[in-house]
């Protein structure tokens, strides 16, 4: 039985088609929703890609929060279903208020597009498992809105729980200094998860590292986890 | 009754402002070696129609807990005419 993976499309999303693509790519179902459907159409896992969802007026992510597809989308992560949100996906994931904290203006004011390092402090997600834990890999960012701020009882919380997913860092692996973290985000954090591990959001993107044809295949760990997470039996997980 | 209501929206205290940084920067750099302590954020106006001024300044606050304003980074601040 093939996996069915929904990607859904904001007006505004520019990242839909490569997130479709990648996850195609693994081996996965993978199909478009429209932002105005209410269905996912019986997806297993969700899949929030980048773009600029209205504009970004407003707040990035603040509108399409309220799009007729999101009341699904919480369903799906209430009931367990993994959900990941890349770049845009991950600020609408926040201000949907299923991953906490908030995406500011980068601290150096610049829309940032290069590529960074990051290390993978969390890989038991659907979409981190494919990763050994501490591995360091490289991807794009591309983004203005970029900056993780969270309350001070959050961060602990986030970093107690073991809920930041990867994390700025020197090409060696070791802690960000200087422009290893790109916008200014506490802690290094480029993504975290919720209490529950089901709903991912990150703001660099595998999508865009996931093909040889790009010269780097370093975010396809982000898709290829998806079919070890549903080789694995339900009760498992 | 229809109420013409300001809603401010800044950056909560103590989360970094770069923005405002900027532009203090900039004001200082003009000469304007009086301005600190710079924050920006948004101006909102809508006509809002409710049975009270009161009324109207409920509705508005709903509308900022919802959507105008993000309860991580930002408080507001209403201000109703008439």
């Known amino acids: 039985m093939s996996l069915r993976v929904a990607v859904v499309r904001f007006p505004g999303s520019n990242c839909d088609f490569d997130t479709l693509h990648c996850a195609q790519r693994a081996g996965t179902d993978a199909y478009f929703v429209w932002h105005r459907d209410s269905s996912l159409q019986g997806a297993d896992l969700v899949l929030l890609p980048g773009g ?21 989308v919480q369903a799906h992560a209430a009931a367990g279903g993994p959900v990941l949100g890349i ?101 290094d954090i480029a993504g975290i998860c919720n209490a529950q591990g089901n709903v991912v959001g990150l703001m660099p993107h595998p999508d865009r590292a996931a093909d040889p044809a790009l010269g780097n295949t370093d975010g396809m760990g982000f898709f290829s986890s998806m079919l070890r997470w549903a080789a694995v039996p339900a009760g498992g997980r | 009754m229809t109420y013409k209501v300001h809603v401010r929206v800044v950056p909560r205290a103590g989360l970094l402002d770069p923005q405002g940084q900027a532009v203090e920067h900039a004001l200082h750099a003009l000469g304007f070696g009086a301005a600190g302590e710079v924050r920006i954020g948004r101006a909102i106006e809508m006509q809002v129609s409710a049975a009270s001024a009161e009324a109207a300044r409920a509705e508005v606050r709903r509308m900022c807990d919802k959507l105008l304003a993000n309860p991580v980074t930002e408080d507001y601040q209403l201000e109703i005419e008439g």
């Open chain 1, 87 to 187: 770049c845009n996906g991950f600020q609408i994931l926040c201000e949907a208020g299923l991953l906490p904290g908030a995406l500011m203006r980068n601290s150096r004011l610049t829309f940032v597009s290069r590529p960074v390092w990051l290390r993978v402090e969390q890989a038991e997600t659907a979409f981190t498992s494919a990763y050994a834990a501490g591995a360091v890999v490289r991807m794009p960012v591309a983004h203005g809105d970029g900056r993780f701020a969270a309350a001070p009882d959050t961060l602990r919380q986030l970093e107690a729980e073991k809920r930041v997913v990867v994390r700025y860092v020197a090409p060696d692996g070791s802690p960000a200094r200087g422009d290893d973290n790109p916008n200014g985000s506490l802690n």
């Open chain 1, 52 to 72: 600029f969802s209205y504009g970004d007026y407003l707040r990035s992510g603040a509108i399409a929060r309220f799009s007729p597809i999101m009341p699904a």
